[in-house]
């Protein structure tokens, strides 16, 4: 009850400010916002002693159980850290909007924005049915889209809104259709069931696909290689998005979700190879291109790219543990993993901290662009503090906390390398070696951002506004994520102990019980392979740092149009041509091209059906005769009908049209049922006078003058679209290939409590079908609310965009 509660505490808090924003003025009201990831962490940290010593809390809500669909919350280790940083992290980010973001923005947009994703993210992490949480999982697209877009009237936050949506929100089908395999080989959707269930889908033959299926969408929403392209373009957001999605919470949900399923998929191997090699390219192809960045929230956009790489690796390489079964000293294999969530920690905190300090260089100085900074550590200095601290931890430097992750990474690359994996023994290698060259440009923009941004000749002459230091409300934020760095590095086994050993008993269910999963962290192991790997990143990259300008040029060796970007922007481009092309060719403005498209399917799809199946057969011996006042009425209708074709008056043809309908009507009386020729008395008197009322309006009624090849195509399609209507009525008389499903609904009122069957099935059986169609009209009615109300003036104009 209480996880229920903490997901939905920020749909409620948004809905409210949506309604109280007008006249909550006197507070900002981002200072309401702020609330509820306060009370949230509250709740998480009164939970962590419990799920500290082993028990994870769990709470069912039956929602469509004839689906397996419930909304079941799951507590223990792992989601915990992910839960914490979810409203820990988003505490800090709303504390530092409120200095941040100017009143004249649409405030209250844009924390119903946040907190929808807050919630969205929450219900990502919290959710056991794989259902649920795909449902939360592409609420975080469209809330990230909203986000990413707030500054709509910039063309470039439109376009990286889009691409986030497109790219993301595919891998969640992708993702969605890997789910419904696990459904199929497991008869479940509820992820801790199906761990238990491993033993017996291994060898499945869906087993393989759904991995893949899966692991596609997490690589979408973690930004791995080569669906990274969408991150960069995110920055277009405000600063506090980007602290927020795109440091601590929506880049991590892919993460999130590969270590909840490496209990069914560890013990594959292709799981360690896709995750593991597509991690390190990430991590190097990030690092690589954040170099080259001459904007620093580009620059920290590359490098969070190339940091969520080392942590999708790490996550690959404790895989192991799972594939080989545990033949030798497990903490070896584990290590790597417990050195993800430990780094993933870290990097909430120093990546926070450093778009936070980027977002109060824009605030104070007015630009991002490296080539115009320089020389701010004197004038700002708090602010150099803060990205002194975020980037030495970045680079991986001591005292920081990610010395002690990055030290970790390289002894897990180290252990991988020795393990006997490799077909060809030189391939091992590539592991420390990619790790390390990543890891040298990371210390070089790491560089770049402390040399560049605030040491070095001032260049802020060139900016127009003048420069001071930012108050001290925005920077507290940012100071205690650094207060953060420094703690974790000295304090590291506390937060081991309390969060970071459950996290690896829910990565490791099976083997929790009996073997020791989580190593003591220490800042010194005395002169290793790791410590001397460091060193050379310290001196290889201060080195390349010094030499930047005599090796750039390589960068021009990768053509742009070759550029996975290009790609991106060529399909869309191609896209649109030709689905613009496709369009116009049918697309004539003329009604009788779309009903000639329409009734030309409805033949061919009919009429193939009926053919190949047998399904049109027909007898007349148990029918009833045909009374002379019946043919009557046939003769009545069918001259009507015939006329119509031949009158040169619209209101004669509206009159004619009526004798059709309320021919049907007199019909229904006949044969006794009332309450459709009730039903069909008020439609065809409605529709009657709505087209006379029309008509009235519309100008003189002209011959329209046809090919005579228009007039015989025409003809031929109503013939056969009528024949065919025919022998559908005529074989649904004796079509007997399916039971039928009167026999269901005549038994409505023990189903339904309903004693009129027509009712029962309107109101109860096709209950969602018939809401459907109400939402369809009231939808149909503000459309043309909004045209009334936004009609042209009189002598007027086009209605408005």
């Known amino acids: 009850m209480t996880i229920h509660v903490a997901i939905i505490l920020p749909f409620l808090m948004a809905f409210i400010i949506s309604i109280i924003n007008k006249k909550f003025t006197k507070i900002h009201i981002g200072w309401l916002a702020l609330t509820v990831p306060i009370i949230v962490f509250i709740i998480l940290a009164r939970l962590i002693p419990i799920i500290a010593s082993g028990n994870p809390y769990t ?23 992910f839960g914490l940083l979810i409203s820990g992290i988003g505490s800090l980010v709303v504390l530092y909007s409120i200095f941040y973001l100017s009143s004249k923005e649409s405030l209250q947009h844009f924390y119903c924005y946040l907190l929808l994703f807050m919630g969205a993210m929450l219900g990502v992490v919290f959710s056991d049915n794989l259902m649920v949480l795909y449902a939360f999982w592409e609420l975080t697209s469209v809330s990230s889209f909203l986000l990413i877009s707030f500054w709509h009237h910039r063309k470039a936050s439109r376009a990286g809104a889009q691409k986030s949506m497109l790219i993301t929100v595919t891998g969640g089908v992708s993702m969605l259709v890997g789910f419904i395999m696990l459904h199929m080989m497991t008869d479940s959707y509820s992820v801790h069931e199906i761990i238990h269930q491993i033993e017996h889908i291994s060898e499945h033959e869906l087993f393989i696909p759904a991995m893949i299926l899966i692991l596609l969408g997490a690589f979408t929403k973690s930004a791995q290689f080569p669906f990274h392209i969408w991150l960069p373009d995110a920055m277009e957001a405000p600063t506090p998005v980007s602290a927020y999605l795109h440091s601590a919470t929506m880049v991590k949900a892919g993460i999130y979700l590969v270590a909840r399923l490496s209990p069914i998929f560890g013990g594959e191997m292709l799981w360690f190879w896709i995750v593991t090699t597509v991690g ?60 993800a969530l430990f780094h993933l920690i870290n990097h909430s905190t120093f990546k926070g901290a450093l778009f936070m300090m980027v977002g109060i260089v824009d605030h104070e100085v007015g630009t991002r662009d490296i080539r115009r900074l320089g020389g701010l550590m004197s004038i700002m200095p708090l602010t150099f503090t803060v990205a002194v ?37 030189s391939v091992g290698i590539l592991f420390p070696v990619i790790a390390w060259i990543a890891s040298v440009f990371t210390f070089i923009y790491c560089m770049i951002i402390i040399f560049k941004a605030f040491l070095g000749r001032p260049l802020i002459q060139k900016v127009e506004r003048p420069v001071h230091e930012a108050p001290f409300p925005l920077l507290v934020a940012p100071f205690i994520l650094c207060i953060m760095v420094i703690s974790l590095f ?38 290793n392979t790791e410590i001397l790997m460091t060193i050379a990143v310290i001196l290889i990259g201060a080195i390349l740092y010094r030499l930047l300008g005599k090796w750039m040029g390589i960068y021009r060796f990768y053509p742009p149009n070759w550029s996975l970007n290009a790609l991106y922007v060529n399909v869309i481009f191609g896209s649109e041509s030709l689905s613009n092309k496709v369009t116009n060719s049918y697309m004539t403005g003329l009604l009788r091209h779309y009903a000639f498209y329409i009734y030309s399917f409805f033949i061919f799809s009919v009429g193939v059906f009926f053919f190949y199946s047998g399904a049109f057969s027909f007898s007349t011996e148990n029918n009833a005769s045909i009374e002379w006042y019946e ?152 459309g043309v609310y909004t045209l009334i109300k936004f009609k042209a003036k009189k002598g007027g104009t086009d209605f408005e965009d």
């Open 490 to 527: 000295f304090f590291p086994n506390t937060l081991g102990k309390y969060i970071l050993k459950p996290a690896m008993v829910s990565i490791y269910p099976n083997l929790a019980p009996a073997q020791k999963l989580t190593p003591e962290i220490h800042a010194w192991h005395g002169i």
């Open 631 to 782: 043919w009557i009425l046939i003769g009545v209708m069918l001259l009507a009908a015939i006329s119509i074709l031949f009158v040169k008056s619209r209101i004669t043809a509206v009159i004619l049209n009526g004798v059709l309908g309320f021919g049907v009507t007199f019909f229904f009386v006949l044969f006794r049922a009332p309450d459709l020729a009730l039903t069909q008395l008020v439609v065809e008197s409605v529709t009657t006078v709505l087209f006379l009322l029309c008509f009235y309006y519309l100008p003189e009624w002209s011959t329209e003058k046809l090919s005579i090849s228009t007039k015989i195509s025409n003809s031929i399609i109503s013939i056969t679209v009528g024949a065919l209507v025919v022998v559908i009525s005529l074989a649904v008389l004796n079509f007997d290939k399916f039971e039928r499903i009167s026999k269901y609904f005549e038994d409505a009122y023990n189903l339904a409590g309903g004693a009129n069957i027509v009712n029962t099935i309107l109101g109860d059986f096709r209950g969602f079908d018939t809401m459907l169609e109400v939402v369809v009209l009231f939808i149909a009615g503000l």
């Open 59 to 81: 709470h069912t809500y039956q929602w469509i159980p004839s689906l397996d669909i419930n909304f079941t919350t799951y507590l223990d280790g792992l989601s915990m850290i």
């Open 389 to 425: 601290i975020g980037s030495l931890s970045m680079a991986g430097m001591p005292p920081f906390n990610g010395f002690l992750s990055k030290e970790l990474f390289f002894a897990a690359v180290l252990h991988i390398k020795d393990l006997n994996l490799f077909s060809i023994s």
């Open 280 to 339: 390190l390219i990430t991590l190097f192809w990030g690092s690589f291109n954040a170099v080259k960045q001459t904007d620093l929230k580009a620059l920290l956009a590359f490098s969070t790219v190339s940091q969520l790489g080392l942590i999708m690796s790490l996550v690959g390489m404790g895989s192991v543990a799972y594939a080989l079964d545990f033949e030798a000293d497990t903490v070896i294999y584990t290590q790597a993993t417990f050195a």
